[in-house]
């Protein structure tokens, strides 16, 4: 019960990572908020949770964003953990990619990362403690193919973590960043199956990752004392394609 008594509000909770690191805060006994745009399938999911409670949220909405973040802190009195973890993936070569699809990517994937900590950090600063964890990829840090959009918005949240994490330590709120390797979730079943037997063949692992595998990275740098010494770090749960 490493979370227990820590209101953590956890982003694109309904799918994959986001989901198994829900379930994995719930498990450790944190009373959880989690939001994500398909509403439906966030609802069934706190429906199964103990002290679940969800709320349908599109993380590139500023208003609905500072709503529900400012809710969540004054319905509990507090909010210890936040986890960024909605993003989506799309895989255009540049020289065919319109601009439409590279603004899409930074809105979910980057700009998400700060309206959300930007209207959660001022609660957690309040009460001198708190735990930002970015859920990046490793893309951020070796790129990708037909991925400029998505490595750079990585890039981005990696970067972001790390001025946070600058910022916000001496105010006992840890920013850290978790990059996966590939994961199976329904983010890359959308990825050609010559990019996937590609990928599979560099790893020293030699397999994608499940999400069960990545949560509890995150429930590591939301603990305490375990988390107490990570401060703008990416973890990096990749099957070994990175080794920074
Ligand atoms: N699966 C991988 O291989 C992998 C590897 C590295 C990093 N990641 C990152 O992990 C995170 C989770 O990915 P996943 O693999 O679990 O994917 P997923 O598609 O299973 O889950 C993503 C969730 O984010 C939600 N979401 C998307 N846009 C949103 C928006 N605008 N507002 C609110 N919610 C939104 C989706 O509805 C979905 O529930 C992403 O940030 C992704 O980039 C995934």
Redesign the pocket.
């Known amino acids: 019960m490493q979370l227990q008594g820590r209101v953590a509000l956890v ?10 690191i829900a379930r994995a805060y719930a498990a450790e006994g944190a009373d959880l908020v989690v ?4 509403g439906d ?2 609802q069934a999911l706190a429906r199964e949770l103990p002290s679940a409670t969800a709320h349908a ?4 909405d500023a208003e609905a964003t500072r709503r529900v973040v400012d809710g969540v802190a004054a319905e509990h009195g507090r909010l210890d953990v936040l986890v ?6 799309t895989e255009v070569p540049l020289v065919e990619m319109d601009v439409d699809t590279w603004d899409r990517m930074i ?3 980057l700009r ?1 990362v700060f309206l959300m900590s930007r209207w959660a950090a001022p609660h957690m600063v309040a009460r001198n403690w708190g735990r930002i964890v970015n ?5 951020g840090l070796k790129g990708g193919e037909s991925l400029t959009h ?1 490595s750079a918005a ?1 890039a981005g949240v990696i970067g972001f973590t790390k001025a946070a994490a600058r910022e916000l330590a001496p105010h006992g709120v840890l920013v850290n960043a978790i ?10 079943d959308g990825l050609s199956p010559e990019w996937k037997r590609a990928k599979q063949a560099e790893l020293p692992l030699g397999r ?2 499940d ?1 069960e595998e990545i949560a509890p990275t995150a429930v590591l740098l939301a603990s305490d004392p375990g988390g107490n010494l990570y401060v703008g770090q990416t973890l990096g749960p990749n099957s070994g394609d990175v080794m920074p």
Do not use: E
């Not at 982003?11 to 198994?20: F, K, L, N, R, V």
């Open positions: 982003t694109g909770a309904a799918s994959g990572i986001g989901a198994a939001v994500d745009r398909d399938r966030v949220l599109d993380v590139t960024n973890c909605a993003g989506i993936l809105d979910v994937d998400s859920v990046a990829s490793q893309l998505y990585k990059a996966p390797g590939p994961v199976n979730t329904p983010l890359v994608f990752g999400p």
